[in-house]
């Protein structure tokens, strides 16, 4: 298994859920999600096998040997099977700050309580991440303002509303604007 170069202890378990660097195992089914969910992604069209595959070969292979990655990603896996990804993305190294990717198994992003139990879960463990591992000062979000179920996932793990980017994307299915919401989280509310 592959290890990020950039991080001491990247193997983390609660209960029977664990995350580990990103698993090339995954990525078909992480491009499944990633077609099913589109609508809360900044992902224009589909994914192809090649697509993914090509990205996984130029792109993700890539970080796990670079002392300062642009992103780390992990498999999200419970019982040895992968339920959904995510990590740390858009990393500022300078700034010590991060965005916080997620995504779930669709079928089991159905389920709300789930939902909130395996995200809730997620966003512990890459906190240690974060803020033990890779000493960050600040993980966000950007959050799509019909998500309001993801929002208040957010806010019941510590992430602080921080602002509002007005009609930020437009949703051809609808014909509609929608606000795109922002949160963080401080290392130092993270310690206390």
């Not at 966000?140 to 007005?166: D, P, V």
Request: aromatic share 14%; glycine share 4%.
């Amino acid at each position: 298994m592959k290890k990020y170069l950039c991080i001491k202890n990247q193997f983390l378990k609660k209960n029977d859920l664990e995350i580990a660097p990103i698993r090339h195992e995954d990525r078909l089914k992480i491009m499944q999600w990633r077609n099913e969910q589109t609508y809360h992604l900044r992902q224009n069209g589909l994914l192809t096998k090649k697509d993914q595959n090509n990205y996984f070969k130029n792109v993700i292979e890539h970080l796990f040997n670079d002392p300062k990655p642009q992103q780390v990603l992990f498999s999200y896996i419970k019982q040895d099977i992968c339920i959904g990804y995510g990590g740390l993305v858009n990393i500022n190294w300078h700034d010590k700050c991060a965005e916080l990717s997620f995504l779930l198994d669709t079928n089991l992003k159905k389920n709300r309580r789930d939902y909130q139990n395996y995200f809730s879960i997620f966003i512990e463990l890459i906190k240690k991440i974060a803020f033990n591992e890779m000493d960050l000062n600040r993980i966000y979000t950007e959050t799509y303002s019909f998500r309001s179920k993801h929002i208040a996932i957010l806010e019941n793990n510590k992430f602080i509303y921080e602002g509002c980017m007005k009609q930020h994307i437009y949703m051809k299915e609808d014909n509609t604007f929608y606000n795109s919401i922002l949160h963080g989280c401080l290392k130092e509310n993270y310690e206390k």
